[in-house]
Structure formats: structure tokens, C-alpha cells
């Protein structure tokens, strides 16, 4: 008998949950994955299908769900504006229902849970750049505030299910992500700009182009979400009382930032066979001018710093690309 | 056969509900009162047991509640921040899920509905006066977070409820509101020093008691909510289109500004057998200094400002608190 931990992946079969999915198996754990497909698909995940350690369902996290897991990842949430704003209403109800769903099961089950944020939680940042003591600046009522809001109130539940019900919450504010398996319809800047110039379709600056973002490649943060969910609570807790915290809460991003229009140079200096040029369109409602996460207190509670430069992820991405415009 | 208009208020044993159902009893309404009795009391609504057409429901809005009404005025959240910091994750729900609820209701049976909100979706303000147009200063983690952020993601269901499946949302930001029925242990400031002038104790300013409160009496707001329900659709989406709004939400309070410390000296000054006196004690955590809001835009949709000076809604209030203490 092999005795393996297990863990719960939601969103297993979304772009971040594929890849933590397989460095959980990897690991030795048995993983379960949740997901309702709705931005998620199996072909993210086909190739775990044949280990026995894997179990995929079919399950949308705003239902109850039960089992016994060791370690909980909850990443379940439409996260691009194109289909956040397609089902505003579903958006808000999965952070919602979905945090408090698997807050429950973490309480019942005494298991660890990593709870994803987001940077858009920082809304459109009067502080930069971002860190964790900024309370943001966000529109309640917005075409973005289903996302922006039901991840605020996500943080709050956390909060207080750790204050009050001692569940062992540890909350990552993810900053711009990208990699092999994004969706590549999401609308997202580096998916946008990677399949326009594979299409040799023009690409498409918002404004001028000099708003900044910062890009961390996926394998960065799966690996930051590995050492966050190994620690143990006791400095955890030290943690959150040395920096005054309120609760376990870190940013995980790269720092480097680039301005969207660096970004298009460099995505069609790895393309040149495109015949893309670069064009510019309005800039949408409530789209953050800048954002960059401080990341000094992931540094130093988990000793971790992004390693994939741009260039390198942006290749690995383009890679995947082309095999879906094949 | 009398056909009266049919209206539900959540919240309906609590302070503002209780003054709800009282109004829109003498209005000719047919008034269904849901409450839970976790703040509110039976008490306040004796007096109407005995009409006909009142109808009181024990019922816990996180809970669907089922209907036909032609009017849902949604107010059942624990407001006062002794009783939502004994339970911050129910206050979450409550928020969350009852707006969630209330909203599933007028949807399906196609009500008009009005959803109070709260000045506390400002947080602590950086911009003063409020208008409705600013978007707040907000700590998502913090020990007020579960009624602030539940409140201001109950705002964006709000507006995605009208945007998506164009359910007839009106929204009101209330600021600090007092009266009759108030709760005498909420631990909010009128209240407070009124029962502690009563029972001959020494008030209690946080800080130094200069900062600023707005405060409306509980009619002046109730007259507020009536015009608002009673406008047509039309005329509310011309306004929202007019003021580029987003969606239909507009503060309702008492402009008028006083200090703490005045509040204090007033409730004194009406008191003069008390021999209470005033004394200093540390600011809360997360509190507000300076609150007021800006009512242009209620002023212009419903023809309407408050009209109940402070010196008498005082006393109207003391004359509650007299029954309790006696």
C-alpha cells in the first residue's frame, strides 16, 4: 500500500491547474481535479488521464463538494475579462460560492487550502508598485467589478474562516501569468499578441501602448505555490504577525515591467515569418493603467524569486501556440 | 375583493426594516417581513401583528425565500460592527447570499427591487465628500472587511443582475442612520451615548472625538426609499445613462456634519439629570475619521433631502431609549 497525500486542484483543467496538476503528480500526490469546463478543457490535461494517481471531475465548485484531501487549491474562476464579462453574474457566484464552498470542506476536513487572488484586487493601483498593505482601488460596479469584487470578498471569507474557524488559509495575489495551455481566446495580452501574429493579423494596442504590465511565466508561480502550501502553519503565522498582515496573504508576480508595446516588439522578434504590424484601438472601461507587483514578502516567507526570463517563457508559449494553429 | 401591492422587507424585525413595514403599511402595501432575529427583535414589530395585512416569516435570507411580491426592499445584514465582528462569515452570507437570493426572487417573479447598501463601501475615504461616483479605500482583510466587502460585492450582483438579465435593481448607499428601534447594544455611537447618558456612565469618544459623522433620522431615509421605488423604470435608466453611473445607486444621509464630540455634548445637553461625563478611549482599528455624503444626485432623481434636524431626531430617540432603560 502506497500511502500518497492528496491534494485538490479546482480549475484543474484551466491553464494554471493543468501545470499544478502535473508538478502534483510529479510530486507523488494523488490529485483530484475539479472543474466545470467552462474555460477549462480536458485537452489541457489529456496526458494525465493514464496515471492512476489522477482523478478528473466534472463538478462546478459553486456546488458543495466532499472528500478527504490533505492540501486544497482553489483556482477555480473564469479569470479573463472576455469570459468574465460573457457571465458576470457565474463569475462572481464561483469566487463566491466556490471559496466558501471549499472553505467549508477545509474547516470539516482539517486540510490546508492556497486560495488564489489576484492583482486586479489592487483595481487601478493609486500605489506602485502594489503591495500587500494596499486596501486598491476598485469600482463596485463595473463591467470588470464581477471579477474584482467577488475575489475581494474571496479574500475576506479567508480571513475570517482563519480567524475565526482556525482553517489553514494562505492566500497568493497573482499578478499577469502566461504560459503553454492560456486560452487562446482569452483576450489577454501575450495570448492576443502570440496568435494575431501566428494569424499574421495585425495587432492590437490599447491607447498608446505604453501602459506597463508584468509577466511571469507559469512554472514560477506553480513552483511559489508549492512552497507556500509546504510550510508549516506556526511560521506562517510569525509571519503574519512580524509584518502585520492581518492574514496569510502574499503577492506572486516578476517584477520586470514591460510596456505593452515592448511586448508586441519582442513577440514579433520570435515570429519573423509574421507579417503582423501593430495597430491601436481605445483603450476598454476601467483597464488598469500600470500594475507591478512588490514582491518582497514572498521573498522572504518562501524564499522564492521568478526564474524564467520573458524571452525564454514567451518562446515555451509560442511553442504551444503553434500546435493549436497548426 | 381589496387588491393591495404586495411588498417583502428582509430585515423586517430590525431597526430600519421595522420602520419599513410600518410605512408601507400605512401606505395600503401587503407586508411580508422576513427576519432571523439575529439583530432584529419581535419587539419592534408588536404593534403590527395584529394588521392583517402583515405577515412576519423567521426566516434566514441566506436561504432561498420564495414569493410573488411587486416590491423587494432587501435590508437584512447585521450592520453595527459588534454584531458583525461576533460573526463575521454569517455576515459575509448574509450580505452575499441574501442579495443572491433576493435577486433570484425578483428576477423570477419580475419585482422591482431595492437593495440597501452602505457609506461603508467607501471604507475609510479619501475623498470628501463621497460621491457615488468614487470608488473607496476598503481593507479586504481586515476585521470590518466581512461587512464592507460583502456589501460592496452585493452592489456589483446588483448591477450585474440589471446589466445581465435586466432585473429593476435600485440601489441606496446609506450613511449613518439613527432612531427609534435602533438596537441599544449595536455599539454605534448614537446609541451608545444615549444609554450610557441614560444609565448616568461616562461616554466614550474614540480618539480625540473629532471625527466627523453625518447623521440622518430613520424617516427622512424611509421617505427616501419609498420615491425611489415609486419612479419608473425609464426615468431611473435616463438618470444612470445621464450621470454615466453604471448603475442605479445613489446616497442617502444627513450632509450635516458633526464631531463626535458634538453628538456627545448634544445627547448631554438634552440629558440634564445625567451625570455621565465624557472620557477618551483608543480608536478602533479600521475606523473611519471623516464620513459625509454627498446627496446632489438623490436630491435631483427623487426631489428629496432630509428634513429632520438633529436636535429632534435626538430627541424622538431618547424617548425610545427612556422605554428600554425605564
Redesign the interface.
Known amino acids: 500500500m502506497i500511502l500518497s497525500k492528496k491534494a485538490l486542484v479546482t480549475g484543474g483543467a484551466g491553464f494554471l491547474g493543468s501545470h499544478l496538476c502535473r508538478r502534483l503528480l510529479a510530486d507523488g500526490y494523488e490529485v483530484t481535479a475539479l472543474d466545470n469546463l467552462f474555460t477549462g478543457t480536458k485537452s489541457n490535461i489529456y496526458d494525465l488521464f493514464e496515471n492512476r494517481r489522477f482523478s478528473f471531475v466534472l463538478h462546478d465548485v459553486t456546488q458543495p463538494f466532499w472528500g478527504q484531501f490533505d492540501e486544497i487549491y482553489n483556482l477555480a474562476c473564469p479569470a479573463s475579462p472576455i469570459h468574465y464579462q460573457k457571465?458576470?453574474?457565474e463569475t462572481?457566484?464561483s469566487s463566491?460560492l466556490g471559496i466558501?464552498n471549499m472553505l467549508d470542506l477545509a474547516l470539516k476536513t482539517k486540510a490546508r487550502i492556497l486560495h488564489t487572488s489576484t492583482s486586479e484586487?489592487y483595481?487601478d493601483p493609486l500605489v506602485h508598485p502594489q503591495v500587500e498593505s494596499y486596501?486598491?482601488?476598485?469600482?463596485?460596479?463595473?463591467?470588470r467589478?464581477?471579477y474584482d469584487?467577488?475575489k475581494?470578498?474571496a479574500?475576506?471569507?479567508?480571513?475570517?474562516?482563519a480567524?475565526?474557524?482556525g482553517v489553514d488559509v494562505r492566500m497568493v495575489r497573482i499578478f499577469n501569468t502566461y504560459g503553454p495551455n492560456m486560452h487562446p481566446k482569452d483576450g489577454r495580452v501575450i495570448s492576443n499578441f502570440i496568435m494575431q501574429a501566428l494569424q499574421n493579423q495585425d495587432i492590437t494596442l490599447f491607447g498608446d501602448g505604453s501602459q506597463t504590465r508584468s509577466f511571469q511565466y507559469c512554472d514560477d508561480l506553480i513552483e511559489a505555490f508549492r512552497r507556500y502550501m509546504s510550510l508549516e502553519r506556526p511560521a506562517i503565522d510569525a509571519f503574519i504577525e512580524k509584518h502585520n498582515?492581518?492574514?496569510a496573504?502574499i503577492n506572486t508576480g516578476n517584477p520586470g515591467e514591460y510596456t505593452i508595446k515592448q511586448l508586441a516588439e519582442e513577440t514579433l522578434r520570435q515570429l519573423p515569418e509574421s507579417t503582423s504590424k501593430l495597430v491601436y484601438g481605445p483603450m476598454p472601461k476601467d483597464d488598469p493603467k500600470r500594475r507591478k507587483p512588490d514582491i518582497t514578502l514572498a521573498k522572504e516567507l518562501l524564499g522564492w524569486e521568478p526564474k524564467v526570463p520573458l524571452q525564454e517563457g514567451l518562446a515555451k508559449t509560442i511553442a504551444y501556440f503553434r500546435t493549436l494553429v497548426k
Do not use: F, H, Q
Not at 486596501?135 to 463591467?143: E, H, K, L, P, R
Not at 479574500?155 to 474562516?161: G, H, P, V
Open positions: 457571465n458576470p453574474v462572481t457566484k463566491v466558501m484586487i483595481g486596501w486598491g482601488n476598485v469600482n463596485t460596479i463595473g463591467i467589478s464581477c469584487e467577488g475581494r470578498v479574500e475576506t471569507l479567508c480571513a475570517d474562516y480567524r475565526e474557524y498582515l492581518g492574514a496573504v
